[in-house]
């Protein structure tokens, strides 16, 4: 393995080939892809409900009374004869009352939806690989400046 770090050593010729002594080690980390989807979170439904309650009303009403006056006559005297077939009829009336009903419009209830935007903390431990470079012995070990520190 000690040509492996030969790659790591400082180098004025950026032009120069690797060659089968030469080591290459990939190091990768994960990034964490975030994508939204839509799925429906609930239902709201809107529906009437008939409610019945009583109603009491106080209506004033009026109506007919035939009022019987007896008066005394001083023996007035009459050409007309005694009969039992004399009637008078006196129509009586009042007043009656008539419940009908009607619908009337109240009120609406109106549903619409619109969106609200919130933020979501998500956390997530990603894994990476990094470099460990280990001597064993007299080793010199040079590093390009540009390069992460790989101790």
Known sequence: MKNFWGMFQDNDNNNEKETAEDGRLQLRQEELDVN?????????????????????????????????ERRT?????????ISSGETIRIPVSKEQVDVAKHTVVTGEVLARKHEVEETRHIEETLKKEEARINTEGDTNVVTDESTQDLS
């Open 73 to 81: 006559i001083n023996n007035e005297s009459s050409d007309t004869p």
């Open 36 to 68: 939204k989807s839509r799925v429906q979170a609930g239902e709201v439904t809107l529906s009437k409900e008939v409610v019945e309650e009583q109603k009491a009303v106080d209506v004033p009403v009026t109506h007919e009374e035939v009022i019987i």
